[in-house]
């Protein structure tokens, strides 16, 4: 069975552009979270979904947005980017939504110039 | 607020040595307690587990033991092999069952041969 897929893998941007990552959860599973990890750090959560409900928000601005669709894969979105939104983007996903275990897709590095 | 903290940053050891890692937790809400293996460029993997229910747990060469009334826990690996060369991150839940993790630092293994 495939793992959590992410899309693309790596991507630069500009100040100001916007962007939108893409994530497969495993099949089977109904729920999807979003991470952003800064080299060197850990994970920080932005969201997470659950039967195309929003159930987490982590503290980030509102330039950052989800959602998730019919088929369980989700979106994130990132406006007016920002020199400080450089990181590696992380998708996890669980059975379930709440405290279920999440795995971790190979996520995507943005760049931002 | 929400908070992990993780010793140490860096850790190394000889094969076939024990390694520890201690994490504390800020929350006394959180229940869910999971442990991840980062190895460079690759996604987060989860390794291993624990709620709040349980005291220990051990998956072969791994275990993890939780101490709620000091809001810390620990993971320890016996028996080290260079494969074990990796970053490993600990994490909490965080309040309200939102799927949230807060993750610690992280810590950098070094399994000399």
């Known amino acids: 069975d495939a793992g959590v897929t992410q899309s693309p893998t790596h991507l630069i941007k500009t100040r100001g552009q916007q962007v939108t990552l893409r994530c497969s959860p495993i099949?089977?599973?109904?729920?999807v979270s979003w991470y952003q990890q800064v080299l060197g750090q850990g994970p920080q959560f932005i969201f997470q979904?659950?039967?195309?409900?929003?159930?987490g928000r982590g503290n980030f601005p509102d330039r950052f947005s989800a959602r998730q669709f019919p088929n369980y894969s989700s979106e994130l979105n990132v406006n007016a980017l920002l020199l400080g939104d450089s990181a590696l983007y992380l998708c996890?996903?669980?059975?379930?939504?709440?405290?279920?275990?999440?795995?971790f897709g190979d996520g995507t590095r943005l760049s931002i110039l | 607020g929400e908070n992990v903290e993780q010793h140490p940053s860096t850790l190394s050891v000889q094969e076939g040595d024990s390694a520890v890692i201690k994490c504390t937790y800020s929350d006394s809400a959180s229940n869910y307690f999971p442990w991840y293996k980062q190895e460079l460029g690759k996604r987060p993997q989860l390794i291993i587990d624990i709620r709040s229910n349980v005291g220990e747990k051990k998956d072969q060469r791994i275990a993890v033991t939780l101490n709620k009334t000091a809001k810390h826990f620990s993971l320890h690996i016996t028996e080290t092999q260079p494969e074990d060369s990796a970053v490993y991150f600990c994490?909490?839940?965080?309040?309200?069952?939102?799927?949230?993790?807060?993750f610690g630092q992280g810590t950098t293994l070094q399994v000399k041969p």
């Open positions: 996890a996903s669980s059975l379930e939504g709440g405290n279920q275990p999440q795995h």
């Open positions: 994490a909490a839940s965080g309040a309200s069952n939102t799927g949230k993790l807060i």
């Open positions: 979904y659950y039967e195309k409900e929003e159930r």
């Open positions: 099949s089977g599973h109904k729920s």
